[in-house]
Structures are given as structure tokens and as C-alpha cells.
């Protein structure tokens, strides 16, 4: 114990020592907590269109109200040229095309049908599914209008109707940061976690004060551990000022699970996590093979992890790899936590292969590290 304290205390103050350092380890991760999610945010809305109005009538008018009232279109240009509008989107200036026909109106009332035509751009696939998913809604609310107008009005009471009734579970104000911020604060402390412990021990290699401590008596069990524990400190810090000083002062996100519970599970992961980091410095001679196989892994944690898709959505072979990426139990634990209120008993399978996870990875690591003594 004695030699893991004076490990602990060169570790602490190779750490403050560089103060650049230690201002990015704390300073990055909160700038980007209150960035990140205002980027993040998939919500489809401004969607431009252009709009061909060869009748101009009074159902084509109503018609256009209607789209742009929605809220989710932005009216790019109105035109009664279809290949003027279609320059424009060409041009990636509008998303959509809406072409409203000649006698549109004449054909609703005598032929009782009516065709529009609605070229989609989809080089942005979310983009182009979402939008002309909006637009025929719209259209949809506009012909039941007009069904409506049409029936007599001693009718009226005798159409059967069902109405639905939405509840909104969790976040019921749809609100998206909610959703995201902790996510990304899981992701956040996840590079850094990783990043700075996958430096730590090969800056050493390449300064070359590691060959000391090699020649010492120090178990290396004891050499990992002197190695780990100040980072998980550090990974516990930005854990507790992005959760209190940006997620509920910037977000007003209060959890409304067990913060005992949270910090728990993030107490082992971030035991496996640091485990991940130290044995990627143990495969690498310099800095910079360090830093690659950090970015390696950390791109395949951030994209498998469900962050932005979900995990249930993803082919099989994409599923098992998300199943081995610790970053995905965590995100899974936190919005349960945070939004939803989960106890031990939701989560325990969490913790059981999180833990598994952790005491893998470090042995891996303190068996892969190459001691002479």
C-alpha cells in the first residue's frame, strides 16, 4: 500500500504539473457538453420547398397555407414554372418540389379526385424520408378538410370518429436534449477516459522514466493501479460537473433515477474503460500509435453505441458488435436512470457484464505489460 501511495502521489503531480493539460481534460469536455447537443439534434424542421402553382385558385391556395403554416416548411420560391423551381433544386436550394396542377380545383370538384406531383431531393435520406413523410400528412389533413366541407351539415353527427389520445412517457415534452445529453456525456467521458490513460504510459516510454521504474521491485498489478486510479478520479470529476454543472444548470435535466446507483455503474465502467486505455498503451511504442488506436476505437464505441441510432435497429452482425461495446451499456443505463427512474433490478444485467468487462480488459492488460523485474 505504501508503494501504490507514492505512486499515486507521482502520478497526481506529473498530472497538475501541466496545467495546459489538465485545462482540456476539464474545460473541453464542458464546452462541448453545451455544444454537442444543440448540433446533435435530429429533429427534421426549415425544410425548403418549392412550390409550382399552375392553378392558382382558391384549393391551391389553401392548400399552400396549410404547408407552410405547419411549421416544419420553408417556402423557397413560388413560382407557376416547374423548371424554374426544379433549377432551385438542383442547386440543393429547395428539399422538396410540391407541383400543384392546372384546373386542380376543376377536377376536386367535378371528377371528385385531384393529382399533385412532389419530387423529393434524397441525397440526405433522413432528410427526404421525414419531409415527404410531412408533406403527405398535410395533404392528407387538407383532403379530409375538404371531405368534411362537402358532407351536409345534418350528416355531420353521424360520422363515426375515433379520437387518440397521446401520453407522452419519460419526456413529455419531446424535449431532444434530454435525450442526448446523456448520451454524449457518457461519450465525453469516455474519450477523455481513454485518450489521456492510452498516453499516460507511453509518454513515460518515450521519455524513458518508465525503464526505472522497470527495474524496481513494483508488483505490476500495483504499477496499473498507480496508473488507473488517477484518471478514474479525473473520469468521476467530469463526470460530476457535465451531470451538475451543464446537464441541470444549461439543460434543467434532472435524473430522476438513484444517483447513488449512477455513480455506481460508472464506477466500474470507468474501471473498464481505463482498463481499454492502459492495454492500447501497452501495444504501442509512441504517442502516436497510442493516439490512433484510441481514435480507432473510440469511432467504433461512438458509432455502435446506439447514441444516434438505436441499437435494435441495426443488422445482426452490427448488433453483436454493439453488445461488446461497453459504451453501449452505459448510455443505455443513463437515459433509464436519468429519464425513466430505473432501479438496480432494471439494470443488473448491466452491471454484470460491465463488471465482467472490467475485470477482462485490466487483465489483459496487466498481463500483456512487459516488466523485467
Same mark, same amino acid.
Given at each position: 500500500?505504501?508503494?501504490?501511495?507514492?505512486?499515486?502521489?507521482?502520478?497526481?503531480?506529473?498530472?497538475?504539473?501541466?496545467?495546459?493539460?489538465?485545462?482540456?481534460?476539464?474545460?473541453?469536455?464542458?464546452?462541448?457538453?453545451?455544444?454537442?447537443?444543440?448540433? !446533435?439534434?435530429?429533429?427534421?424542421?426549415?425544410?425548403n420547398?418549392?412550390?409550382? =402553382?399552375?392553378?392558382?385558385?382558391?384549393?391551391?391556395?389553401?392548400?399552400?397555407?396549410?404547408?407552410?403554416?405547419?411549421?416544419?416548411?420553408?417556402?423557397?420560391?413560388?413560382?407557376?414554372?416547374?423548371?424554374?423551381?426544379?433549377?432551385?433544386?438542383?442547386k =440543393?436550394?429547395? =428539399?422538396?418540389?410540391?407541383?400543384?396542377?392546372?384546373?386542380?380545383?376543376? =377536377? *376536386?370538384?367535378?371528377?371528385?379526385?385531384?393529382?399533385?406531383?412532389?419530387?423529393?431531393?434524397?441525397? #440526405?435520406?433522413?432528410?427526404? /424520408?421525414?419531409? /415527404?413523410?410531412?408533406? !403527405?400528412? *398535410?395533404?392528407a389533413?387538407?383532403?379530409?378538410d *375538404?371531405?368534411?366541407?362537402?358532407?351536409?351539415?345534418?350528416?355531420? @353527427?353521424?360520422?363515426?370518429?375515433?379520437?387518440i389520445?397521446?401520453?407522452?412517457?419519460?419526456?413529455?415534452?419531446?424535449?431532444?436534449?434530454?435525450?442526448?445529453?446523456?448520451?454524449?456525456?457518457?461519450?465525453?467521458?469516455?474519450?477523455?477516459?481513454?485518450?489521456? $490513460?492510452?498516453?499516460?504510459?507511453?509518454?513515460?516510454?518515450?521519455?524513458?522514466?518508465?525503464?526505472?521504474?522497470?527495474?524496481?521491485p513494483?508488483?505490476?498489478?500495483?504499477?496499473?493501479?498507480?496508473?488507473?486510479?488517477?484518471?478514474?478520479?479525473?473520469?468521476?470529476?467530469?463526470?460530476?460537473?457535465?451531470?451538475?454543472?451543464? !446537464?441541470?444548470?444549461?439543460?434543467?435535466?434532472?435524473?430522476v @433515477?438513484?444517483?447513488?446507483?449512477?455513480?455506481g455503474?460508472?464506477?466500474?465502467?470507468?474501471i473498464?474503460?481505463?482498463?481499454?486505455?492502459l492495454?492500447? /498503451?501497452?501495444?504501442?511504442?509512441?504517442?502516436?500509435?497510442?493516439?490512433?488506436?484510441?481514435?480507432? $476505437?473510440?469511432?467504433?464505441?461512438?458509432l455502435?453505441?446506439?447514441?444516434?441510432?438505436?441499437?435494435?435497429s441495426?443488422?445482426?452482425? !452490427?448488433?453483436?458488435?454493439?453488445?461488446?461495446?461497453?459504451?453501449?451499456y452505459?448510455?443505455?443505463?443513463?437515459?433509464?436512470?436519468?429519464?425513466?427512474?430505473s @432501479?438496480?433490478?432494471?439494470?443488473?444485467n448491466?452491471?454484470?457484464?460491465?463488471?465482467?468487462m472490467?475485470?477482462?480488459?485490466?487483465?489483459?492488460?496487466?498481463? #500483456?505489460?512487459?516488466?523485467?523485474?
Amino acid at each position: 500500500m505504501r508503494t501504490l501511495r507514492f505512486l499515486l502521489q507521482k502520478e497526481f503531480r506529473q498530472i497538475f504539473r501541466n496545467t495546459i493539460i489538465l485545462r482540456m481534460i476539464i474545460a473541453m469536455p464542458i464546452i462541448q457538453l453545451l455544444v454537442m447537443p444543440l448540433a !446533435a439534434d435530429f429533429e427534421i424542421k426549415n425544410i425548403n420547398i418549392s412550390i409550382v =402553382d399552375h392553378d392558382h385558385s382558391s384549393y391551391s391556395q389553401k392548400l399552400i397555407d396549410k404547408v407552410i403554416a405547419s411549421g416544419y416548411f420553408k417556402l423557397n420560391d413560388y413560382s407557376s414554372s416547374f423548371n424554374l423551381s426544379f433549377q432551385e433544386f438542383q442547386k =440543393d436550394n429547395s =428539399d422538396l418540389v410540391l407541383e400543384i396542377p392546372k384546373n386542380f380545383e376543376k =377536377d *376536386i370538384v367535378r371528377e371528385n379526385n385531384g393529382n399533385l406531383f412532389i419530387a423529393v431531393n434524397a441525397i #440526405n435520406g433522413t432528410k427526404a /424520408s421525414v419531409g /415527404s413523410s410531412y408533406l !403527405a400528412r *398535410i395533404i392528407a389533413d387538407y383532403n379530409s378538410d *375538404i371531405r368534411l366541407e362537402w358532407i351536409q351539415p345534418q350528416k355531420i @353527427g353521424t360520422i363515426p370518429t375515433i379520437e387518440i389520445a397521446t401520453l407522452n412517457w419519460f419526456n413529455p415534452f419531446l424535449n431532444y436534449p434530454f435525450f442526448m445529453v446523456p448520451g454524449i456525456l457518457v461519450v465525453l467521458v469516455t474519450m477523455v477516459g481513454a485518450y489521456m $490513460c492510452a498516453l499516460n504510459i507511453v509518454k513515460e516510454k518515450e521519455v524513458g522514466t518508465i525503464e526505472q521504474i522497470n527495474v524496481t521491485p513494483i508488483k505490476k498489478h500495483i504499477f496499473i493501479l498507480g496508473k488507473l486510479i488517477p484518471f478514474w478520479v479525473i473520469g468521476i470529476l467530469i463526470f460530476t460537473l457535465g451531470l451538475f454543472g451543464v !446537464a441541470r444548470l444549461v439543460y434543467q435535466i434532472v435524473p430522476v @433515477g438513484s444517483l447513488f446507483l449512477m455513480y455506481g455503474f460508472l464506477s466500474i465502467y470507468l474501471i473498464a474503460l481505463l482498463g481499454i486505455g492502459l492495454l492500447i /498503451s501497452t501495444y504501442s511504442a509512441t504517442q502516436q500509435q497510442a493516439m490512433s488506436l484510441a481514435f480507432f $476505437c473510440m469511432m467504433i464505441f461512438l458509432l455502435m453505441s446506439g447514441l444516434f441510432t438505436s441499437v435494435d435497429s441495426m443488422p445482426p452482425w !452490427a448488433k453483436l458488435i454493439a453488445q461488446c461495446n461497453p459504451v453501449t451499456y452505459f448510455i443505455d443505463v443513463m437515459r433509464m436512470v436519468v429519464l425513466k427512474g430505473s @432501479g438496480f433490478a432494471d439494470i443488473k444485467n448491466h452491471f454484470l457484464i460491465i463488471t465482467v468487462m472490467a475485470v477482462f480488459f485490466n487483465g489483459w492488460a496487466v498481463l #500483456n505489460y512487459k516488466k523485467t523485474n
